[in-house]
């Protein structure tokens, strides 16, 4: 394989057209240009250049030689350019999360890309468990989980906590443990976790979800309060999937008087430089989380908590 370093000094040659000009462009001995084409000669086994006195023309295989290895140089250098670019807004991010902090993010990278055009997001819905397992396996670039991660090799740092909310159909006043027992649950993929969360900090004699009677289940965020809304079920989820719920005015929006959070934490590969259009969107995630952390607050002080 030819020598770069040889073949971009023979083609400088050609274009300046002389030994001592060559060799003060690319700061070089004279010697040192000679010996490069010397060197190329005797790799190629062909003579390149046609001395003329202190001159030289470059012979047929000497203008092949030029011309193709001008087009290696122009695609070495288009490599180097490719390969070290790294552009803040610029490139493909790959973004998951459970339901309830995508309805809230989503939206709002979308903006940033049409503010960006040169940027794609790739943003998954899922539980925690495939947000980690993703992660894990360099699947997606950002995630976010609703509990600290449990594999190894994952960096997480924490960056906001959400409400969790009792909902139930508009017509339950003030739900108590008798009336939870005869609406039955709606579950969801995180249902189990929010039930246990909400529950046992409020009700004493919660042990587990399967107390309840299980009156559905769906899979879809936006849709995990349809059911509710018609009378069918209660179900626990953060606030901002309530929020988001065309149908709010259906529904019975309960905080209890022992309010929980839930923690949010920001999740990557352990060990992985994030390129800086990754973490670009990872700052701008962080300053819209800022401000609804602002309204998840507002929101809980504005519900009226219930009795046990």
């Known amino acids: 394989m030819v020598n770069p370093l040889w073949l971009r000094t023979y083609c400088t040659l050609i274009e300046v057209g002389h030994f001592t000009r060559t060799a ?13 084409v010397q060197k190329l000669e005797e790799q190629l086994s ?17 203008e092949r030689l030029y011309h193709e290895g001008r087009a290696v140089l122009a695609s070495l250098t288009a490599l180097n350019d490719t390969v070290t670019a790294d552009p803040p807004w610029q490139g493909l991010v790959r973004v998951m999360s459970p339901g309830s902090i995508g309805l809230a993010l989503y939206p709002r990278l979308l903006d940033l890309q049409q503010q960006h055009p040169r940027l794609a997001i790739d943003y998954r819905f899922a539980p925690n468990g495939d947000v980690e397992s993703a992660i894990a396996e360099s699947r997606v ?7 600290q991660p449990s594999l190894s090799g994952i960096a997480a740092r924490a960056v906001a906590s959400e409400p969790l909310l009792l909902v139930t159909p508009g017509n339950t006043g003030s739900p108590d443990w008798d009336q939870l027992q005869a609406l039955g649950f709606i579950g969801h993929p995180d249902g189990e976790h929010h039930a246990r969360l909400l529950l046992s900090a409020n009700f004493p004699a919660f042990r587990h979800i399967h107390q309840f009677p299980q009156r559905g289940f769906c899979n879809q965020i936006g849709m ?40 949010l ?10 390129p800086n259009r990754v973490r670009s969107v990872m700052n701008a995630c ?10 998840w607050d507002r929101t809980e002080s504005a519900v009226p908590a219930t009795g046990r």
């Not at 003579?47 to 295989?61: D, H, W």
């Not at 670039?141 to 509990?147: I, P």
């Not at 934490?265 to 994030?274: F, K, N, S, T």
């Open 46 to 62: 062909v003579t390149l250049l046609s001395r003329q006195g202190r001159g030289f023309i470059p012979t047929e295989a000497g």
């Open 141 to 147: 670039d950002l995630g976010y989980l609703s509990r």
């Open 265 to 274: 934490y920001l999740v990557w590969r352990e060990g992985r430089v994030l």
């Open 224 to 263: 995990i309060l349809e059911p509710v809304s018609r009378g069918l079920g209660f179900t626990v989820l953060p606030a901002h999937a309530v929020a988001a719920f065309s149908g709010k005015s259906t529904l019975g929006i309960h905080s209890l008087p022992e309010p929980v959070t839930e923690p």
């Open 286 to 295: 962080d300053d819209l989380l800022s401000v609804l952390a602002g309204r």
């Open 24 to 36: 003060e462009q690319l700061h070089m001995t004279q010697s040192g240009v000679s010996q490069h």
